[in-house]
């Protein structure tokens, strides 16, 4: 069975500082590991995914993921955030096929003006 | 384009009533996906379509639950005899087939209260 483990419910960070958000992931199988955004009030936003290849990963907004297997891990990164990227943050895996994807609990980001 | 839509946005019902949530997705998009969102967790995964068949609903949590996708386009999702323990948003998603590097595309939930 599949399941991610965000460490962090909330984060706060100053704006233009950088920042990294957590993910553990645990999988019997081959693993597609996804970041999703979710803004206040609005609807859940892919913001980067693993399938394979390019161990790095970068996605929209300037986030970045990196996946390491050995650490079972892909922590998202960003170098300078800004007030407009507070939101909810949600690390997601898949096993493959049809995406029936678990996601983990969420890690809150709050940008301090 | 339009995205994926959810109707209604927010949804207060009594104990015991019957209820249903409508998803509407994205023109074109074979594959629907249904996700309930309790209050400090992660979307969990309800219910998968591929076009007008359940292609897997090892997620509804009781035989309560219940969803539709009859013409392969809108889906409906269908709560009996309503709990308070059902309390959630409800999220639907779509993708443009059930491959998993195709996106998917998430409506902004519909808000059950059940009193």
């Known amino acids: 069975a599949q399941s991610v483990t965000q460490l962090d419910s909330q984060v706060p960070v100053f704006e233009e500082a950088p920042v990294e958000l957590r993910c553990n992931y645990s999988?019997?199988?081959?693993?597609?590991l996804f970041w999703y955004v979710q803004y206040p009030n609005q609807g859940l936003q892919l913001l980067l995914k693993?399938?394979?290849?390019?161990?790095l990963v970068k996605g929209i907004n300037g986030f970045e993921a990196e996946f390491n297997k050995s650490q079972t891990s892909f922590h998202l990164r960003k170098p300078s955030v800004h007030i407009s990227d507070t939101a909810e943050y949600f690390c997601?895996?898949?096993?493959?096929?049809?995406?029936?994807?678990?996601f983990g609990t969420g890690t809150k980001l709050q940008v301090i003006p | 384009g339009a995205g994926v839509s959810q109707t209604p946005s927010n949804k207060v019902t009594e104990k015991g009533k019957y209820v249903e949530l409508r998803c509407d997705p994205i023109?074109?998009?074979?594959?629907l996906y249904w996700y309930r969102q309790s209050l400090g967790q992660g979307p969990e995964f309800l219910i998968y379509?591929?076009?007008?068949?359940?292609?897997?609903d090892s997620g509804l949590p009781n035989d309560r639950f219940f969803a539709v996708r009859p013409e392969g386009s809108v889906s409906t999702l269908k709560i009996q005899r309503t709990e308070r323990g059902d309390s959630a948003v409800y999220l639907c998603?779509?993708?443009?087939?059930?491959?998993?590097?195709?996106?998917?595309?998430f409506g902004p939930g519909t808000r059950l209260t059940v009193l």
């Open positions: 998603a779509s993708s443009l087939n059930a491959g998993v590097g195709n996106e998917q595309f």
């Open positions: 999988s019997s199988v081959s693993v597609y």
């Open positions: 693993y399938l394979s290849g390019s161990t």
């Open positions: 997601a895996v898949s096993d493959g096929g049809y995406q029936k994807v678990t």
């Open positions: 023109s074109g998009h074979t594959a």
């Open positions: 379509f591929q076009g007008t068949g359940a292609a897997d």
